[in-house]
C-alpha cells in the first residue's frame, strides 16, 4: 500500500462488531488529529478537515479541488455452507444518492476481475420488484460505486438467492 491508502477499524455501538475499511485518497497522509467532533488530515504542509457535507478536495482552492469517486465492496459472502453453488436471482440496493449507483457482483474468488455487472440502479429498487440478476457460484462479492456528482448514503443490499444443491 501506499501512504495514500488508510485502514480504519470500526466498532459499531450495536451488536459489537467490529469492520475494517480502506480508504484510498488522491494525495498522500501523513496523519490525522481530531479536535472535538471535527477530523483533520495531514498532507505535507496541508491541513485539511473532513467535511460530510463535501464532496470535493481542497474545495475554495480552484487550482487543487479534485472531485473523487467511491467505491463500497462487500468480502465474498458464501451464504450459507462454504463450497457447494448458490443461484443468486436477484437484489435490491438502498441508496440516498440521487446519482445512479453502478453495481457489479463477484462470482469467482481465485479471479478478482471476474464480476458482472449490473449496470447503473436507480437510488431505491424496493418499490416493485428486484432487479434480476442471474448468477451461479459457490460465494459472491457485490460491488457499489458512486461516481463524484453527488453525495450518497447506502442504506441495505438485499440478495434473493436459491438454493441449487441437488438434495436441497
Request: hydrophobic residues 40%; glycine residues 6%; aromatic residues 14%.
Amino acid at each position: 500500500m501506499t501512504d495514500t491508502t488508510v485502514f480504519v477499524y470500526t466498532l459499531s455501538r450495536t451488536g459489537e462488531v467490529g469492520a475494517w475499511s480502506r480508504y484510498t485518497f488522491p494525495f498522500s497522509v501523513d496523519g490525522f488529529a481530531q479536535e472535538a467532533e471535527n477530523l483533520y488530515i495531514r498532507s505535507g504542509d496541508d491541513v485539511l478537515m473532513v467535511d460530510q457535507s463535501a464532496n470535493t478536495d481542497y474545495t475554495g482552492d480552484l487550482t487543487r479541488v479534485s472531485s473523487f469517486n467511491s467505491t463500497i465492496q462487500w468480502p465474498w459472502l458464501d451464504y450459507g455452507q462454504p463450497g457447494p453453488s448458490k443461484l443468486l436471482v436477484g437484489f435490491d440496493l438502498v441508496t440516498s444518492s440521487q446519482a445512479l449507483a453502478t453495481v457489479d457482483i463477484g462470482y469467482d474468488e481465485r479471479d478478482k476481475s471476474a464480476f458482472a455487472s449490473a449496470g447503473n440502479i436507480d437510488a431505491d429498487t424496493l418499490p416493485g420488484t428486484f432487479i434480476p440478476m442471474s448468477l451461479f457460484a459457490p460465494s459472491f462479492s457485490f460491488r457499489v460505486k458512486f461516481d463524484a456528482s453527488a453525495k450518497w448514503t447506502l442504506y441495505s443490499v438485499t440478495t434473493y438467492l436459491r438454493d441449487a444443491r441437488p438434495t436441497a
